[in-house]
């Protein structure tokens, strides 16, 4: 793909084009790091790249860069060297589109492999691809250009909307939902058990888990999550929200719109969590908890008391982030303080 191509499909896509200059127009064949780019090569600076790393605009055997557009030190980098360069107001964005037009989904050849098994009444649209060793229930419905890779099991009366993507060996339990435009991962299990045990003089009594789980519109599911469940209702997760793999999700748990949830996040059930919130790396959170909107979880955070919208937090339990960062900064002087103040206890003893 020529240079002034990617300018062309940049200008009409979300990233915001300012401006661009085109010397050579090179072909450009894939995409790289800066660090690693060579010749045919587009490589990119988001608005938050260090000088270091800026200053490789220098040296970088790239064709073509994508750049933000309001840093006056790359700016005047860039007048210095021949490679083609685009500036914009998300060069990140810019660069998941490049890399879309650069590596475009292979679509599975639609049809059904002859090894699926596939029960009674079941409602398959058109232009759906089925792999080797899918099964899938009684009363199951896929809609339109869906693509279920080998070794998926569909359990019976799961609906399933248009133009998803469930990868192999994913698992899809009675009674889940899944809208439009969904990823499920490798692996990942959606409407399992949730882990619901009443104690007894007997020991644990088995609580049914009779409840369904329901994916919005462009939800994705990472490889190896979990989203479970509950005994009565409904385990929801909102339109556009992302689960990293190794997550999981408890029984009865409500996830609103566009949330974002890093590796090995853990939702305790009952919990209700706004739109926009971002939870981090392992951060944990606790049954029946309610996270407002825009709410931002660092790594490791465990969440045990409700979070208002709009906040950052950070630490176990869960406090204020900047809080959180000056406590940090002083864990490492705690011996010294604590020896300090066993000195005045000594002085004032005497």
Known sequence: MQFNEIVEKLKQGQSGVIDFNIKKNPVI?????????????????????????????????????LLPAYDDFIIEIVNQVSVDWILLKEPKIAFAETLEFLYPSEIEKEGIHKSAVIGKNVKIGPEVSIGANVYIGDNTEIGAGSIVHAGVVIYKEVRIGAKNLIHANSVIHSGSTLGDECVINANAVIGGEGFGF?????????????????????????????????????????????????????????????????????????????DLVILAGQVGVSNRVKIGDRVIASSKTGIVSNIESGKVVSGFPAIPNKLWLRCSANFKKLPEIAKAIRQLNSRNSR
Do not use: Y
């Not at 660090?35 to 040296?59: C, G, P, R, V, Y």
């Not at 209702?233 to 009865?252: A, M, P």
């Open 29 to 65: 064949l894939t995409a790289a790091s800066l660090e690693k780019a060579k010749e045919n090569d587009i490589s990119f600076l988001d608005n938050h790249s260090q000088l270091k790393l800026k200053s490789l605009i220098k040296t970088s055997k790239a064709s073509a860069l």
């Open 198 to 274: 009443v104690p007894t003089s007997k020991g644990w009594k088995k609580m049914p888990q009779v409840g369904i789980v329901i994916l919005k519109n462009k939800v994705e599911v990472g490889s190896g999550s979990t989203i479970d469940r509950p005994s009565v209702g409904e385990t929801i997760i909102g339109e556009d929200t992302k689960i990293d793999n190794l997550v999981q999700i408890g029984h009865g748990v409500t996830i609103g719109k566009g949330c974002a949830m890093a590796a090995q996040v853990g939702i305790a059930g009952g919990a209700q969590i706004g």
